[in-house]
């Protein structure tokens, strides 16, 4: 049996290290045992689904260096390996199931599931479908269907017994099924559901290993029964631990930059990150805490993976960074990805026409264009003291901004303007007035090129880390001696 895995992100937003963290262990696992590892787009969420996350998390994935044997871009046998494409194949499967029986047509309206939903929490019991579209003749549903009632198809569920999911690392897990509700496979316009896309495609995918993450452990009862369902055998199933804050929660953008692009914008290696990944619940047989993703593949052991909650903590993983930084680059070397890095002409001439006004003498372009070429600004809570605006002003205002701003699916100068035009009027504030804390927290001073422009250009994964350092630094400063003073 060739081993097959795959990696299934949904392109709904910056491309996430869990991601990188499952796709490292998928690209292992298959080429350790010289088999295929695949990657498709879970896109089926229409509404959150776009090109530009998709694009993200490709070149992301590429830029860690865990190739991929079939793709929505290489191609292969498969394709194609972007569910929104593949609407037709589901929806040939789940006519199988209702003719089958395994499946049935509910027509309930949202406002009765909603009443339904807040009745059982009234109750205090578990909110889940109570299966009445089930009890409907087969006329009765052939009514409702020639008269175009809107439907979903759900699945039938076992009320009662347990399912056994047999988990890689975890053995035998026994759920309830009880616990599981009468999942949909069809939503109303006719597109699947994660859960029948998830299983019609591994299927015919040919996956050999299902490696995700233990958030989807929950869900393993609906996938087994599909397989089941549908005659199919069930693949191997292994749910790795999730990665956490180092207090414990689950890694969140609020507590720790989560976006893969911001560790390559911050000047992380692509190699120190996937060995950091790396370490996340694995170690290497003999201990060593720097390797290669080849050294990584080539020992790689499930066995070896612990469950105890990884902590992704970046400070080690900037010490890690600092060791393949220092031990593996020659200065030639070094010089090289300094230049992919930022210190390139394209950068700079992004730079330039900012500038070009602004200076008589080349030598001050070192202090006026450092924070193009800085991560963190170790700014001080004072750096924001403002006759206008009082610090817990300035704070509301940086957290509606950043909400507006990771709305963005486009990051351009406009789409940029447009949210803070809109927060200052929102603020009854004058433009000008309004950005100066914006200008502190993202260029270090109020004196820097023009903000609109610079935050395009130092992209969106450093401005709002930035801005949310900015945010957090004035919420556990003590206030502000100028508050007194603001009118
Ligand atoms: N699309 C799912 C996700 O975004 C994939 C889960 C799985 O691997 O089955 O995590």
């Known amino acids: 049996m060739t081993v097959r895995t795959r990696v299934a992100p949904s392109p709904t937003g910056d491309p996430h290290v869990g991601t990188a963290y499952t796709a490292l262990f998928n690209y292992c696992v298959a080429r350790h045992a010289g088999g295929q590892f695949i990657l498709r787009i879970e896109d089926t969420d229409v509404a959150r689904s776009n090109p530009q996350s998709q694009a993200a998390i490709l070149e992301s994935l590429r830029w860690l260096g865990l190739e991929w044997d079939e793709g929505p871009d290489v191609g292969g046998p498969h394709g194609p390996y972007q569910q929104s494409l593949r609407s037709e194949t589901y929806r040939t499967y789940a006519a199988q199931l209702l003719e089958q029986g395994h499946a049935f047509r509910c027509f309930c309206t949202p406002e009765r599931l909603e009443q339904l939903r807040s009745a059982q929490q009234r109750a ?202 220092r031990e593996n680059l020659s200065d030639e070397e070094f010089a090289e990805r300094v230049q992919e890095w930022a210190l390139n002409r394209d950068y700079l001439m992004r730079i330039v026409p900012l500038v070009k006004s602004r200076v008589s003498l080349l030598s001050e372009l070192g202090p006026l264009t450092a924070f193009f070429l800085s991560g963190d600004l170790n700014l001080n809570p004072k750096d924001f003291d403002d006759k206008k605006m009082s610090r817990d002003v300035i704070c509301k205002a940086f957290a509606q901004v950043l909400a507006g701003l990771d709305e963005l699916v486009t990051w351009n100068k406009e789409a940029i303007t447009a949210v803070l035009k809109q927060s200052a009027d929102a603020f009854q504030f004058k433009l000008r007035d309004f950005l100066r804390p914006f200008y502190v927290a993202v260029a270090g001073s109020t004196t820097s090129t023009p903000l609109f422009d610079s935050m395009e250009i130092l992209g969106r994964d450093l401005c709002r880390v930035r801005l949310r350092r900015a945010l957090e630094l004035l919420q556990t400063a003590r206030p502000a001696t100028t508050d007194a003073e603001v009118d």
């Open 124 to 325: 205090g019991v578990r909110p889940g479908y109570d299966g009445r579209c089930l009890e409907l003749s087969p006329a009765e549903a052939e009514t409702l269907r020639a008269n175009s009632t809107p439907f979903v198809v759900r699945m039938r569920v076992p009320r009662e017994g347990i399912c056994v999911v047999n988990d890689l690392l975890r053995g035998r897990i026994e759920i309830g099924w009880e616990t599981v509700d009468m999942q949909v496979l069809l939503k109303q316009d006719g597109m699947p559901t994660y859960h029948l896309a998830n299983v019609v495609d591994d299927r015919l995918m040919e996956i050999t290993h299902v490696i995700r993450g233990e958030e989807w452990i929950s869900s393993a009862p609906k996938h087994i029964l599909l397989y089941n369902y549908f005659g199919w055998p069930v693949p191997a199933l292994c749910h790795l631990p999730l990665l956490r804050n180092p207090d414990k929660s689950k890694l969140s953008k609020r507590r720790n930059p989560t976006s893969i692009l911001y560790y390559r914008r911050m000047g992380y290696l692509p190699e120190a990150l996937v060995n950091y990944l790396g370490l996340m619940a694995w170690s290497m047989p003999d201990g060593e805490e720097k390797f290669t993703l080849a050294q990584m593949a080539g020992k790689f052991d499930l066995k070896r993976i612990s469950l105890g909650g990884p902590v992704f903590d970046i400070k080690k993983l900037t010490w890690l960074n600092g060791r393949w930084l």
